[in-house]
């Protein structure tokens, strides 16, 4: 079993709509989650990081862990072409901090 | 010079070649990692140096050869590698390792082993 899973995709999201994403990990102790924007060609970069007391929102995106059913989201409000991208899932899987990344859900905005 | 660097942006290598990646770090972390990327296939951790030492390897094959010299910087130096080596290696640095908020990463280095 995979450690930390994602739908590879793509997902295509008309322009203005809700872009919704969705990560399973397997390790219940894990304690942050981190959500990475990977342009083709790019290096990742962090969009916004949440720990396992709540949920957070950061301008068109939101990040929300379900604990109970192992799993993480995202939102991207009001979809843009330019956040057609690989959406990069990682978990924080014990108290040593090593990251365990899926493979990825690529996203294509459509105007 | 911002953020983390690598050198060279792209490599190609024969399987009896020797070569090193490079990069540095110009946020004061302590904390370097290097992973390598294959298409369709997560993110894959091979090291990890906290303040100069090596605090995680993944079983990765003795081809690889890190070298750590300062906070800095970090060193992959390759020998001997096979055609499945070819990936992108991202190199990555965070504040620290026992607490990591956030890394961030290089550019890259597309090596292809020929």
């Known amino acids: 079993q995979k450690e930390v899973e994602q739908n590879s995709g793509p997902l295509s999201v008309p322009e203005g709509a809700i872009a919704s994403l969705n990560c399973t990990y397997s390790d219940r102790g894990s304690q942050s989650f981190f959500w990475y924007r990977q342009y083709s060609g790019k290096s990742p970069e962090l969009i916004m990081f949440?720990?396992?007391?709540g949920d957070k929102e950061d301008g068109r995106f939101t990040a929300q862990l379900n604990k109970a059913s192992q799993y993480v989201s995202l939102l991207i409000r009001d979809s843009q072409p330019s956040d057609s991208a690989t959406y990069l899932c990682?978990?924080?899987?014990?108290?040593?901090?090593?990251?365990?990344f899926g493979a990825g859900t690529q996203v294509v905005v459509t105007p | 010079e911002t953020g983390v660097t690598q050198t060279p942006r792209h490599l190609v290598m024969g399987m009896t070649n020797k070569k090193s990646l490079k990069c540095e770090q110009h946020l004061g972390h302590n904390a370097m990692y290097w992973y390598k990327q294959s298409a369709k296939k997560p993110l894959e951790l091979m090291f990890v140096y906290s303040l100069e030492e090596r605090v995680e390897n993944n079983s990765v094959p003795s081809r690889f050869s890190p070298e750590c010299p300062n906070s800095s910087h970090l060193f992959l130096h390759l020998h001997t590698l096979q055609p499945e080596d070819s990936a992108l290696y991202l190199c990555?640095?965070?504040?620290?390792?026992?607490?990591?908020?956030?890394?961030?990463f290089g550019p890259g280095t597309r090596l292809t082993v020929l």
């Open positions: 990682a978990v924080r899987t014990d108290s040593w901090g090593k990251f365990q």
């Open positions: 990555a640095s965070s504040q620290d390792w026992v607490t990591p908020r956030e890394q961030f």
């Open positions: 949440i720990y396992s007391n």
